[in-house]
């Protein structure tokens, strides 16, 4: 027996099934808004699956149809028979505003859940066998899960979507040699992506050495500079490693001499310039052994809060795990997953994610890395805006074997969803992990 304390309300759920009834018209878009679950009184919930049911399956939704498909599921008598939906099509006022009442029975589903939410996580909180994060993430997820179900119809008419549009155009025409995104410190491929946009979900996928790691913390240096706010969230690599990396090529010393210290007073005086330049970085690592992206949604959500947020990096997608995935889920299924999730906080936060990528194995077989070589899933290339791939060149025509060794790197825009694809020529400074743009075209 349901308490009747419980937020719902009966005139509501009554109205909306009388609704569907008698306005053939509105039965669409009511479907597509509630769901049966939504409704409290369970007779309303059988009505609704019922009215679902036929509709779904092409059938006209009248008061003989819903008659005969609630007898077939044995429902009929438990629904209050006949005289019971007699007088749901009785109860429907003349004019009836039904999005009125859809929303009020959302609002009570919602309420009704919240109560039962957090019933269960008072229990999760006395759990000892979970840890004090463990209790937060599963918090943060489930009340996230509550608010997604606010939402009712989410259409929206087109006069009120343009408006917005020609409000990003006018801002945009204003901006005169200005990017509309964030700078990713190469004019060409600025060029082609007008830099890295908000809800933008952007892949940088290479084999491994080609140094997609250093491509990103070169672009984080860039976005710093331009006074952005940054989150580097590094599953491969230590902050002291990433720091030591930002020190070398900023400074333009050695790797290897930041890593021994062997330096000259020369260097060591840039390096204290060079420190100072990035202690002014808005700019937040984590090598913290999260790796579920539940927890990796969480810390994004909680800065975004806190501070200004304007990028997120996930160094790399392939090594993100995720909290109570079904354990008979393919690695294909579960980096679909993870993917699917990266574009979704891009879009929640409004802000540019970048997550790194590794390749297959069958990528090795072919000069050219393309989209079919994202290792363990096509949904990263579907999920992804952009997809950016670094190839080192197989020839070095011009022996640039030297004191400061460098490789020649083409940077190919394989993926560019709201501008064009192409390639840059990039040299690779490995003595001091940094790309340079050039010019010059590789053969």
């Known amino acids: 027996m349901m308490d009747k304390k419980m937020p719902n309300s009966f005139e509501a759920e009554q109205y909306i099934l009388a609704n569907t009834l008698i306005s053939s018209n509105e039965v669409a878009a009511i479907v597509s808004t509630l769901e049966p679950e939504d409704f409290y009184h369970d007779p309303h919930r059988k009505i609704m699956a019922s009215i679902k049911y036929l509709f779904n399956n092409k059938q006209d ?39 009125n009442y859809a929303i009020v029975i959302k609002q009570k589903a919602v309420a009704r859940e919240l109560y039962n939410t957090l019933g269960n996580l008072s229990k999760v909180v006395l759990d000892n066998n979970l840890s004090f994060e463990d209790v937060l993430v599963k ?18 008419k087109i006069d009120s979507i343009t408006d917005n549009v020609i409000d990003v155009i006018e801002k945009n025409s204003k901006k005169e040699g200005q990017l509309i995104g964030i700078d990713t410190g190469f004019q060409e491929l600025n060029k082609k992506t007008f830099g890295f946009k908000p809800g933008e979900f952007i892949v ?9 790691s250093a491509l990103a913390l070169n672009m984080t240096s860039t976005a710093c500079e331009d006074k952005k706010s940054v989150a580097f969230i590094s599953l491969e690599m230590g902050t002291t490693q990433l720091v030591m990396r930002l020190l070398s090529s900023n400074s333009g010393i050695g790797l290897s001499k930041v890593i021994s210290g062997k330096l000259d007073e020369k260097e060591l ?25 539940s927890e990796i949604m969480a810390q994004c959500r909680e800065l975004k809060r806190n501070k200004k947020l304007d990028m997120v990096v996930v160094d790399y997608l392939q090594l993100i795990g995720k909290r109570n995935a079904n354990t008979n889920a393919s690695r294909t299924e579960l980096v679909g997953g993870i993917s699917r999730s990266l574009k979704i906080l891009a879009m929640e936060l409004d802000i540019p994610v970048i997550a790194l990528s590794q390749l297959n194995r069958e990528s090795i077989k072919r000069e050219v890395p393309n989209l079919a070589d994202l290792r363990e899933s096509g949904s990263i290339e579907q999920d992804a805006d952009i997809v ?15 004191k400061a060794r460098s490789h020649r790197v083409e940077l190919i825009i394989a993926k560019n969803r709201q501008g064009e694809v192409g390639n840059l020529n990039l040299t ?11 010019t010059k075209k590789y053969n």
Do not use: C, M
């Open 269 to 293: 005086s840039a390096l204290y310039l060079t420190r100072l330049k990035i202690d002014n970085y808005d700019l937040y690592l984590d090598d913290s052994t999260v790796t579920d992206i």
């Open 428 to 438: 690779f400074q490995e003595p001091i992990v940094k790309f340079i743009e050039t």
């Open 139 to 156: 918090t943060e997820d489930d009340i996230k899960r509550i608010l997604n179900k606010r939402k009712t119809a989410q259409f929206s």
């Open 204 to 212: 940088i996928a290479a084999r491994p050495g080609v140094g997609k």
């Open 388 to 402: 950016l791939f670094l190839h080192k060149a197989s020839k070095d025509s011009d022996n640039l074997e030297s």
């Open 61 to 99: 939704v009248n008061y003989t149809n819903l008659i005969e498909e609630l007898k077939r599921r044995k429902e009929f008598e438990a629904v209050g028979g006949q005289e019971y939906i007699l007088e749901l099509v009785d109860v429907l006022p003349q004019v009836v505003e039904w999005e």
